[in-house]
């Protein structure tokens, strides 16, 4: 049980252009999700935390029109990267949290490969 | 914020035991110890948490020392694909949050 799905898992895009990732709680509600973005060699940086049905909450120095995350339902949560740069090539894993699991009360997404050319 | 500290890399040779330490000297009373790892290139995975008591599952052993101040993961027989970065995380809540810290990669070698 408590089974992230996240996709796509690794996507290639265009300079200018948006992506968006879905995070997908399989077999529980997620009440809160998170989204993590991860350079290489480095740790899992977090971006933002969200509630089902209320707006994001962002780290400090993180572009809240840049990475537009919307938790719209109890299973899922998105992450649109905005007119991607270069710079915002990275790994970006998302996380769930839900009432009553085991293992923890996190479980975490397999994380999507970002790549902007 | 209690912080935790880790080695940065360690070797275990496989079919050992692997001891991987964290310090964790500012974690308060109520605060759990939780130990994930992350495989290259995919998501964090869970191991184990506790809070006092020594616990024990199917992938490792946890040791938390009488005072709270640190703890030992405890792979006792290390395979090649545990080869990983370990994340010792304490406290477990910051406001709900999980934050990271840089953790132990750990290569296990034939």
């Known amino acids: 049980g408590a089974v992230v799905s996240q996709h796509p898992s690794w996507v290639i895009c265009k300079s200018g252009t948006s992506v968006k990732i879905e995070c997908r709680s399989l077999?529980?509600?997620?009440?809160?999700m998170f989204w993590y973005r991860q350079f290489p060699k480095q740790s899992l940086m977090l971006m933002a935390t969200?509630?089902?049905?209320?707006?994001?909450?962002?780290e400090q120095g993180v572009e809240k029109d840049k990475f537009l995350i919307n938790h719209a339902s109890l299973t899922l949560s998105t992450l649109t990267v905005t007119s991607a740069h270069p710079e915002d090539s990275s790994f970006y894993i998302c996380?769930?949290?839900?009432?009553?699991?085991?293992?923890?009360?996190?479980?975490f997404g397999s994380g999507t490969r970002l790549t902007v050319v | 914020d209690a912080k935790t500290t880790q080695p940065t890399s360690m070797d275990c040779a496989e079919g050992r035991a692997a001891n991987l330490p964290c310090n964790h000297s500012t974690i308060s009373g109520n605060e759990y110890v939780y130990w994930y790892r992350q495989i290259h290139s995919q998501g964090p995975q869970y191991i184990i948490h506790?809070?006092?008591n020594n616990e024990t599952n199917e992938m490792a052993s946890l040791i938390i020392t009488e005072d709270r101040k640190s703890s030992t993961l405890i792979l006792p027989h290390a395979t090649l694909r545990d080869t990983a970065v370990y994340y010792c995380i304490a406290p477990y809540n910051q406001g709900g949050k999980l934050i990271f810290g840089q953790g132990t990669e750990l290569s296990v070698k034939p």
């Open positions: 996380s769930a949290r839900g009432a009553g699991l085991t293992l923890g009360g996190y479980t």
């Open positions: 506790g809070l006092k």
């Open positions: 969200s509630n089902e049905g209320s707006k994001a909450t962002y």
């Open positions: 077999d529980f509600q997620a009440t809160t």
